[in-house]
């Protein structure tokens, strides 16, 4: 998917960052500069990478074309000849990297870009200068909504930044991005359902719900109205879909009805795969395949990872005004290779954010379709199934108490696949025994699910056997949701897939038989890793 990105990032670019590569953001460097006192390289993955591929990069990026998912960005700091005292931080080149619209300064053995150079204030040290330079990148430097100049002045420091930015998450580095974002002139909403502590006055805390002008409540992008950026650091709304020039949305409704809705050109999702794992295994399995990652990440060879350069005006209007005015981002890491972890906290947020009426899972204050538009998706979506699996008698709507009671004594006496009761049954039949299973997770009242159910007893009448268990979950009421929950489940119907008792993977189908999960079934079954373009996609 990531090579598929860096393909097409060239017939993607937007034109601010184009823009930036004009004569009118040079300006004069220190020419003379003393031997690198530090060095560190920070690692891009997951949504992170992709946001900056789309909205950052201006064509430097080098790195081996087999390592696509993964990017780095490597830092250094030194001082200046003439002020031994001044002291500076910059992104190296790469031997790789032969742009020659940038200019380079000599820092003895190393050679730096000219324009990503920013003086670091005595009161900042330099690991936290490096940590900020790499914290900024994307969240902050690939967020910017509009960049402009004082009356045509081609000094870079007469460049501003103008526009409105929306900050969802309240996390530490969510207040960091908005604190940034603020400082650096774009008016700023951070979304959390927590309390973030925000340092700058002028970033609007708000939860996913507020009022408008009738005292109604709305969600959060409705509030706000229009606005040019979104800066996600809990999820990531393109979920691994391809964005090319026909289809600069991937699929993504929420992609779509933020620009259509709300004049919203950028989605900067900072979610790290480490992030992305934890929300796909849930807290019981994903904690410690995050931490593997980590380690995994930090100790990757750099040969392998696609070096990221900034654009234009990183160094002196960017960074050189968040270190001017304390903006920083700490990291307690004194590893030389650096990989931005995950947080506890980020998950609950994310899993706990209310989820709008649609039924589709939608965080409640991103854009969604009108209720007419999913009435009508709802139909479409009703016929095609309708084509393919037979429903029952009635097409429409969910299942009424009488076939509700029907499939729950269908459920209890089917023999060949096993009935999970919540998480702990999820423990007692499948962890604790170290079980390969797969879980067709269903809720009583989705007609989907019942229209499959016959399909998965009959493969798992075909394939069941001491080695391999067929069960099913209920997600209904609160010991089903919280279920879900641990298995990462958003939607139904979902198969969750066991290795020895821990969670292999997840496919989503709306029919079976489907040749994701018979893949994924396959792979499971012969000792293979899971693919994770599996989990979505068309049959």
């Given at each position: ?73 490597t830092l250094v700091t030194g001082s200046t000849q003439e002020d031994p005292s001044q002291r500076i931080v910059a992104v190296p ?331 702990d049954g999820l423990a007692q039949e499948v962890v604790s025994k170290q079980k390969d299973c797969v879980v067709f997770v269903a ?97």
């Amino acid at each position: 998917m990531m090579g598929s990105l860096l393909a097409h990032l060239v017939l993607l670019l937007p034109i601010a960052t184009k823009a930036l590569q004009t004569s009118s953001l040079r300006r004069s460097f220190p020419t003379s500069l003393q031997a690198v006192s530090q060095r560190r390289t920070f690692i891009f993955d997951g949504g992170e990478l992709e946001s900056f591929l789309l909205h950052g990069n201006t064509g430097e990026s080098t790195g081996s074309t087999a390592a696509t998912k993964v990017g780095s960005l490597t830092l250094v700091t030194g001082s200046t000849q003439e002020d031994p005292s001044q002291r500076i931080v910059a992104v190296p080149t790469n031997t790789n990297d032969n742009d020659a619209n940038y200019e380079t300064v000599s820092m003895g053995d190393v050679d730096v870009y000219a324009h990503t150079i920013a003086t670091i204030p005595q009161k900042v040290s330099e690991a936290d200068a490096l940590s900020t330079a790499a914290a900024a990148l994307v969240g902050i430097h690939c967020a910017i909504p509009k960049v402009g100049g004082v009356g045509g002045s081609d000094n870079s420091n007469d460049v501003f930044y103008t526009g409105k930015a929306v900050v969802v998450g309240g996390n530490d580095y969510a207040c960091f991005v908005a604190d940034g974002l603020a400082t650096l002139g774009i008016e700023v909403s951070l979304v959390s359902t927590g309390s973030p502590r925000a340092k700058n006055d002028g970033v609007y805390v708000m939860k996913p719900s507020d009022l408008n002008d009738d005292y109604e409540e709305v969600g959060f992008s409705t509030a706000v109205g229009e606005f040019d950026s979104l800066i996600d650091t809990i999820s990531n709304e393109r979920k691994g879909m391809l964005i090319t020039e026909d289809n600069p949305y991937g699929g993504s409704t929420v992609l779509k009805l933020l620009q259509s809705k709300h004049q919203c050109n950028k989605y900067i999702s900072t979610l790290t795969q480490s992030q992305q794992i934890v929300k796909n295994e849930g807290v019981l399995w994903g904690p410690g395949k995050a931490n593997d990652h980590v380690k995994k990440m930090e100790s990757i060879s750099l040969a392998r990872c696609a070096s990221l350069v900034p654009s234009l005006g990183f160094g002196s209007a960017t960074l050189q005004t968040l270190l001017d005015s304390n903006v920083l981002f700490s990291i307690k890491s004194n590893n030389p290779t650096v990989s931005r972890g995950w947080a506890l906290k980020d998950f609950w947020e994310e899993t706990s954010w209310p989820r709008d009426s649609s039924g589709m899972g939608i965080r409640f204050g991103m854009p969604a379709e009108e209720e007419e538009d999913l009435d009508e998706q709802f139909r479409r979506e009703q016929e095609r199934m309708q084509t393919r699996i037979r429903v029952g008698s009635e097409v429409g709507g969910g299942m009424d108490d009488t076939e509700t009671t029907k499939q729950v004594l269908i459920d209890q006496t089917n023999p060949y696949v096993m009935q999970i009761a919540g998480v702990d049954g999820l423990a007692q039949e499948v962890v604790s025994k170290q079980k390969d299973c797969v879980v067709f997770v269903a809720m009583r009242s989705c007609r989907t699910c019942k229209g499959i159910n016959p399909v998965f007893t009959k493969l798992a009448r075909e394939r069941g056997s001491d080695e391999l268990m067929f069960a099913k979950a209920d997600a209904t009421g609160a010991t089903g949701k919280a279920l879900g929950r641990q298995l990462g489940i958003v939607s139904v119907p979902s198969f969750v897939l066991f290795r020895n008792g821990v969670r292999y993977g997840a496919v989503a189908a709306s029919k079976l038989p489907s040749v994701r999960l018979d893949q994924a079934l396959n792979d499971l079954t012969e000792g293979k890793d899971f693919d994770p373009s599996l989990e979505e996609g068309k049959e």
